[in-house]
C-alpha cells in the first residue's frame, strides 16, 4: 500500500511533458490568429485599393466631365478607372466582382452644361476569405462625391 501512495505522489508530482500539452492547447489558437490576420490585412488592402480606385475615378470625372446627363458615359469612364486600379491589387485573385454605381448631376443648368452639380461614384466589392462562418465573403463598399471643373 505505502508502495502504491509513493507512486501515486510521484506521478502526481511529475512535471514532465507539462510544456508539450501547454504547446498542443495553445497552437491552435496561434495559427487561427496568424491566418486570420492575414485575412484581415487582405480584407484592409483591397478596401484601400477600392477606396483609391472611386477616389481616382471621382477626381477624373471632376476634370473630364462628359457633357451628358446621362448615367452611360459616366458609368463607363468610372468602371474603366476603377477596374484599372483593382487590377493593379495584389490580392486581385481574391475579388469575387465589383460594381460601380454613378449618380450623375441632377438636373441640367440653363446653359445645358453639368457644371455645378454633384455626382457620385458608389463601388461595391466582393472578397473570397478563408475564414470559418464568413463562407460568403466580404462585402466592402466606398463612395466618394465631387463637382465637375468646367
Not at 509513493?6 to 507539462?18: K, S, V
Not at 440653363?110 to 454633384?118: A, F, H, I, L, M
Request: charge should be positive; glycine fraction near 8%.
Amino acid at each position: 500500500m505505502v508502495h502504491v501512495a509513493r507512486l501515486l505522489r510521484r506521478w502526481l508530482n511529475d512535471q514532465r511533458g507539462a510544456y508539450l500539452i501547454q504547446f498542443a492547447v495553445l497552437l491552435p489558437v496561434l495559427l487561427i490568429s496568424v491566418v486570420g490576420g492575414f485575412e484581415v490585412w487582405k480584407i484592409v488592402s483591397l478596401k484601400t485599393s477600392l477606396h483609391n480606385g472611386v477616389y481616382q475615378s471621382a477626381r477624373y470625372l471632376a476634370v473630364n466631365a462628359p457633357n451628358s446627363f446621362s448615367t452611360d458615359p459616366w458609368q463607363l469612364m468610372a468602371h474603366d478607372f476603377i477596374g484599372r486600379v483593382i487590377g493593379d491589387s495584389t490580392f486581385k485573385d481574391s475579388i469575387r466582382g465589383w460594381e460601380v454605381l454613378i449618380e450623375p448631376p441632377g438636373n441640367p443648368s440653363s446653359n445645358g452644361s453639368v457644371c455645378s452639380y454633384r455626382y457620385t461614384v458608389h463601388a461595391t466589392m466582393r472578397i473570397a476569405v478563408n475564414i470559418p462562418f464568413l463562407s460568403n465573403g466580404v462585402t466592402v463598399q466606398d463612395s466618394v462625391s465631387g463637382i465637375p471643373i468646367c
